[in-house]
């Protein structure tokens, strides 16, 4: 299969995930939990999160790096769900509704964070973050104080008594396994949720085809070097706005995935850490500031979660404690970002400085990345 | 007109029209205005000088210091140190400052190490290695060999707590140094005094000849080298200072808070004070003492007041919103700006 | 030929830079087929007539041009380098535009891809077509064999390449153009070896011989006139020469090249320098890696009290000469100061030496823009030195007095323009400024001092005043002085003895008053250094 000789052309060719997986064979050993029960929280895991890491590669290619600002098309996949829920419509309709629902606002908010990204160029990343942790404030104000009194709605199972704004958690029964029921089979015990793989599939598949159209070409050229595109004729601007659009919009896809699995919208909260997790799965895949592909993102995301699995086990039967397991999962999303963008940055200077050594123009080894 | 405007700068106009709306809601909702500012002196010199600390760093060019939590688990550490040795009051107060200092200048030495490396990327590897540090404290956290009963879970005994009250060791002994009451309006002298002072020390800081190498080196590496200054000893002196001040702040916040808090509190410590000093008029290549003191003026009295207000007028805490859009609006502006 | 249709004509071109002319009355025509040279010092106006040509924004955004282009016939108004290129212009840069990352077919195809139809194009967009990438290599390598250079793979990615091959692609893309009429080369053997310069000639004139119009910008005399059917020398905005190639010679359009009449600015006296003057600098075998202006090991000695000009064309390294000594720029080899070693890549050793320097980058280098009139006076002396503090309490700080003090005095000998001491430098005019950069300079007590561009982008009344400063403090204070400079004209003027620097090494060093023909010759590369080196002995 591609996909598996993908996953071990990128173990090989990059440390990180291979250290990685020996630390998670390590913990799955101490954690002594059956190969069956992980097997199957693997298998949810993946479904739930591979169309989130999937939908960082497309602005990695076109040189914006690591997508922070992608909880902007989680906000847009809830206000879809949040709006499907209050009109009660219930499994796989009320999934495509959501996603027709949050579309148009994923591609309105993409359009913002292009446009800022675009204001902020060798920045991106940090705009991007700060973009997602500003936009979760217009959420807030949206979803806590402008739900039943600006925007007029009444439902009290959706609505906190005071009569405005939402609930903190408001329960999914119209669209839980709306997508993932759809389509299943059970082997030996284990449930794989098809029609969820399947569209993970065609996700790849698109993004695959992507890459090699005229767009993913202007992508990737306009990622390599914006000075050169540019006297070629290429929009710059217009290159990187459509790739944050495109990559807002399979965020919010990604979003409806992950909830309508997990059942609960936790309204204020559920789109927080999207970023952060989904950028360390594709890192551990060995994927790297401005070079990140398919493999990595698949095979990231599973390292990462069988991580984020045996990491509690591991330290109650290591330390005595699981909340130290917990702690060091998060440890490991966030320094693996860390360690990520010092080595981006460090090379970066490396590069600078032994050009500047070799008497090379400057604008020579800007390229060489 | 225009000129006043431009001088002070739209977002204070907007921030510092807002206060007066807030401020005239208040006396209409006969809210105790009075206390309200009490409170709102307290909280400026209680963040006053985290929001210093962005100075040294935004002057050595490293930008706005995100990593700014190094500063605060130094400071953390002290507190710690202090209260296992069951010290209090103004002892007990400088003593965890002193070993919070101390513990902050190698580890700021070896964060400008690491931002001398990332040139370009100081803001992000800043954050992420302020995220990073604060989560893996939160393993030594739950290790760490303290044994005073005060600091320790009391059921299962296992890990420090996740807030560790302070009140009878340290907490307020700023705050209440010299405290006096002038019409209604309750002055936390000494806090106040303490923030000044550190204030008029960057502010001396800032014309002696490091003080001066530092800002150049900041606005300008090229000049600076050709002027015979050491760039990268000026950036890690910057991020050592900033880091240093993230520690005594801390322990200042912590001391008017009355809690040390542990865990994941210290994640997002970072923005507030980074908006503020935006807020001040500050850049992410200029600031000054009076940039940080306006800041931190002007945001922490917005936070104070627009809570009592915005309950008593549309009956819900909007506060922490207004804080989310407000901070980190002001840093997304001054991130997208073509000047920065 | 007069039969011979014309692909290019400029007519009456002008172009103003905030009201400094550079370009006056220019006419240019380019045949079918022919192969144009175009000649010029640094600052003669090439790169802005060749900017007008491409319609690059630069120009529109400084206020536009006047004159007319007509181009295949047709009027001609690009204000765009995308109109230019549809109409059918190539330029070839002087930096290679390539992405590394891509494959040689990628590069040459780049954002002219071939692309096949698809469903979901059909539905959408044509961006969303499919990627033809075996006729693109086709093309690619249809158009690599039309230069007949052997070793490249239109699959193999351009990382990595040797320059002289990513020279070669870059004018494959330009050729794979369909309807290329014509093509501009900016400087293209620079870059190339002997072997590789050879082959890329042969492949021009196969090119023309397709009917191509070729627009041929070199320093290299002799190159220009081997293959080019016509040259024009332009001088300061102004053609000065436009002849038939086989009517003329490399020494006369060197001397077209620079000749220029010394008139207008007043010359002052030079100081005499006594027969025997002690050497007080002496530089070996230094060798200097500035990006673009490389020095390949040059060995020199500087007299007590003179003014040592450095002169040649850009990207030959004389800038790098100064870099190098203040350790500003990576640097090798040997530099004595008054018999005392000083340690290249270390400013401060520099400065503490008694060495200060004005830096061609004036706003990037040379100036804290943002910061007041006085402290970009006093820093460099406060750092080195420790001049300007005071003590305060545990603390040294800025003595604001005697900086005041220091730059009222400044602002009166320079005759500096300013509201006051307080004002930002940024807004101050460039000659203003460039006042202000010696001035700090000076501030260090130099006992020799490094100048590099002191005239280059301030008006001519400026000009007139930071020349007179100079000899000035040459005179009066018996300051030496090394001056770099574009602008040979002046360098004639006050310097005692002037380097000319060619592909990074010295190419001559030549008296003030040799000849235009001499200075041309040196500068192009003509002349070696043995035969110049005469001069030195005849002094």
């Known amino acids: 299969m591609k996909v598996w000789r993908k996953i071990r052309e990128s173990l090989t060719s990059s440390p990180i995930p291979l250290v990685f997986g020996i630390l998670c064979l390590f913990g799955v050993v101490v954690s002594g939990k059956s190969w069956s029960f992980l097997l199957q929280e693997v298998v949810t895991r993946l479904a739930r999160n591979w169309i989130l890491v999937l939908s960082l590669l497309v602005p990695v290619s076109a040189g914006l790096g690591l997508n922070f600002s992608m909880v902007l098309g989680a906000m847009a996949a809830q206000t879809g769900i949040i709006v499907m829920t209050h009109l009660k419509v219930p499994g796989i309709l009320g999934f495509l509704g959501a996603f027709i629902v949050s579309f148009p606002i994923a591609v309105v908010l993409g359009f913002v964070a292009g446009n800022i990204m675009n204001k902020a160029k060798g920045r991106e990343m940090i705009a991007g973050m700060m973009l997602g942790f500003f936009m979760n404030g217009v959420y807030q104000l949206v979803f806590l104080f402008m739900v039943g009194t600006v925007i007029p709605m009444k439902n009290p199972d959706l609505m906190l008594p005071q009569g405005f704004g939402l609930r903190n958690t408001v329960e999914l029964k119209y669209m839980k396994y709306a997508l993932d029921n759809l389509l299943n089979v059970s082997l030996s015990g284990l449930v794989i949720p098809l029609a969820t793989f399947a569209l993970i599939g065609l996700v790849c598949l698109g993004l695959n085809r992507l890459y090699k159209t005229k767009l993913g070409q202007d992508f990737r050229a306009v990622g390599q070097d914006m000075h050169v595109a540019s006297v070629a004729g290429i929009d710059v601007n217009k290159t990187r706005l459509l790739a944050v659009v495109i990559a807002t919009v399979l965020a919010s896809l990604g979003q409806l995935v992950f909830l309508q699995n997990i059942g609960t919208l936790n309204t204020y909260n559920s789109h927080e850490q999207v970023a952060t997790f989904a950028i360390a799965s594709l890192l551990l895949g060995g994927a790297t500031v401005t070079r990140a592909t398919v493999g990595q993102a698949l095979a990231g995301t599973f390292l990462f979660h069988l991580l984020f699995i045996v990491s509690p086990y591991a330290g109650q039967s290591l330390m005595g404690s699981p909340q130290v397991g917990e702690y060091f999962r998060v440890f490991v999303a966030y320094g693996i970002i860390a360690a990520a963008l010092v080595v981006h940055a460090w090379e970066a200077h490396r590069r600078a400085l032994s050009a500047a050594k070799r008497g090379l123009p400057e604008g020579e080894t800007d390229r060489a990345g | 007109m225009r000129r006043l405007v431009e001088r002070v700068g739209v977002p204070r106009l907007l921030v510092g029209l807002f206060l007066l709306i807030l401020f005239a809601l208040a006396g209409l909702q006969r809210l105790p205005v009075k206390m309200l500012i009490s409170s709102a002196l307290v909280r400026i010199g209680m963040n006053g000088v985290l929001v210093l600390a962005m100075l040294p760093s935004i002057r050595a060019g490293l930008g706005l210091n995100f990593g700014l939590p190094l500063g605060v688990i130094s400071g953390i550490v002290g507190m710690l140190v202090s209260l296992e040795l069951r010290l209090s009051g103004l002892a007990g107060f400088f003593f965890a400052l002193l070993v919070g200092v101390l513990l902050s200048l190698p580890a700021g030495y070896v964060y400008g190490l690491l931002l001398n490396r990332v040139k370009g990327e100081e803001m992000m590897v800043g954050t992420y290695m302020g995220f990073s540090l604060v989560a893996g404290m939160c393993m030594f956290w739950l290790l760490a060999p303290f044994k005073n009963p005060e600091m320790i879970w009391v059921v299962g005994g296992k890990g420090l707590r996740v807030t560790i009250p302070i009140s009878h060791r340290f907490g307020g002994v700023l705050d209440n140094l010299g405290k006096f009451s002038i019409g209604g309006v309750e002055v936390p002298a000494g806090l106040l005094l303490f923030f000044a002072f550190l204030c008029v020390l960057v502010y001396l800081f800032s014309f002696t000849r490091t003080g001066m190498a530092m800002k150049a080196a900041g606005m300008n590496p090229a000049f600076a080298r050709a002027s015979g200054v050491n760039v990268e000893k000026m950036r890690i002196l910057g991020a050592t200072l900033s880091t240093v001040l993230g520690a005594v702040g801390i322990a200042v916040y912590a001391q008017s808070l009355g809690f040390v808090q542990l865990y994941l509190a210290p994640l997002m410590m970072a923005f507030p004070a980074v908006a503020a000093v935006l807020l001040g008029g500050a850049s992410t290549s200029r600031a000054t003492v009076f940039n940080a003191v306006a800041g931190v003026t002007l945001f922490q009295t917005l936070l104070t007041i627009s809570l009592p207000v915005t309950q008593s007028v549309i009956g819900g805490d909007i506060s922490e919103v207004a804080k989310l859009i407000i901070s980190n609006g002001m840093i997304l502006y001054a991130l997208t700006r073509k000047e920065a | 030929m007069p039969s011979v249709p014309v692909v290019l004509k400029m007519i009456g071109i002008t172009k103003e830079f905030y009201g400094n002319p550079v370009l006056k009355n220019v006419n240019l025509d380019v045949k079918q087929g022919e192969i144009h040279g175009l000649v010029g010092e640094n600052g003669a ?41 549809a109409a059918g212009i190539g330029m070839v840069h002087q930096e290679f535009m390539l992405i590394p990352g891509f494959s040689v077919t990628e590069n040459i195809k780049l954002n002219r891809e071939i692309t096949k139809e698809n469903f979901l194009s059909r539905m959408f967009s044509r961006k969303l077509e499919t990627l033809d990438m075996t006729t693109m290599a086709a093309h690619s390598r249809k158009a690599i064999d039309a230069l007949a250079f052997e070793g490249i793979d239109e699959w193999a990615p351009v990382a990595g390449m040797p320059v002289g091959h990513k020279q070669f692609v870059e004018i494959a893309r330009e050729i794979d153009k369909e309807n290329v009429k014509l093509l501009v080369f900016d400087e293209p053997t620079a870059v190339l070896t002997e072997s590789e310069a050879a082959i890329l000639l042969d492949a021009l004139k196969r090119l023309a011989r397709r009917g191509i119009g070729i627009l041929f910008i070199s320093h290299r005399l002799d190159e220009v006139l081997a293959i080019c ?18 009517e003329t010679t490399v020494i006369e359009l060197a001397e077209r090249m620079v000749g220029r009449k010394v008139g207008g600015l007043r010359v002052p006296d030079r100081v005499k320098l006594p027969e025997t003057g002690e050497d007080v600098l002496v530089v070996e075998d230094l060798a200097v890696n500035m990006p673009g202006e490389r020095v390949r090991g040059v060995s020199f000695t500087v007299k007590r009290g003179e003014i040592l000009g450095i002169g040649g064309l850009a990207g030959h390294g004389k800038l790098g000469i100064a870099n190098g000594i203040m350790g500003l720029q990576p640097a090798s080899g040997s530099v004595r100061f008054l018999g005392r070693e000083i340690s290249l890549n270390d400013p401060v050793s520099a400065l503490r030496a008694g060495l200060a320097f004005v830096s061609e980058d004036r706003r990037n280098i040379g100036l804290l823009l943002d910061e007041a009139l006085e402290d970009n006076l006093a820093l460099t002396a406060m750092q080195v030195h420790g001049r300007f503090l005071r003590r305060v309490g545990p603390f040294t700080v800025r003595d604001p007095g005697s900086i005041r003090r220091y730059a009222l005095e400044t602002i009166k000998e320079f005759d500096i323009r300013t509201t006051g001491p307080r004002q930002i430098v940024r807004r101050l005019s460039g000659g203003n400024q460039q006042k202000v950069c010696i001035a700090r300079a000076i501030s260090l007590e130099p006992k020799l001092l490094l100048v590099s561009e002191p005239t280059r982008g301030i008006d001519v009344g400026a000009k007139q005043k930071v020349l007179e400063i100079l000899h000035r403090l040459n005179r009066e204070k018996g ?59 005849t002094r």
Do not use: W
Request: aromatic share 6%; hydrophobic share 40%; with cysteine.
């Open chain 3, 45 to 85: 106006g090439k790169t802005t007539l060749m900017n007008i040509l491409f319609g690059m924004p630069v120009i529109q955004e400084t206020g536009g041009f006047s004159g007319r282009i007509v181009f295949d016939g047709k009027e001609f108004l690009p204000r765009e380098p995308r109109q230019a290129m």
């Open chain 3, 229 to 246: 059917d016509r040259v024009t020398v332009l001088r300061d905005g102004e053609i000065v020469a436009e002849k038939k190639a086989g």
């Open chain 3, 479 to 537: 300051l030496t002085i090394i001056m770099t400079s574009s602008e040979l004209v002046e360098l004639r003027r006050i310097c005692h003895r002037i380097i000319i620097m060619y592909g990074g090494i010295i190419a001559g060093i030549l008296p003030p008053d040799a000849s235009d023909a001499e200075f041309g010759l040196t500068m192009s590369g003509e002349r070696s250094a043995e035969r110049s080196g005469e001069h030195e002995t």
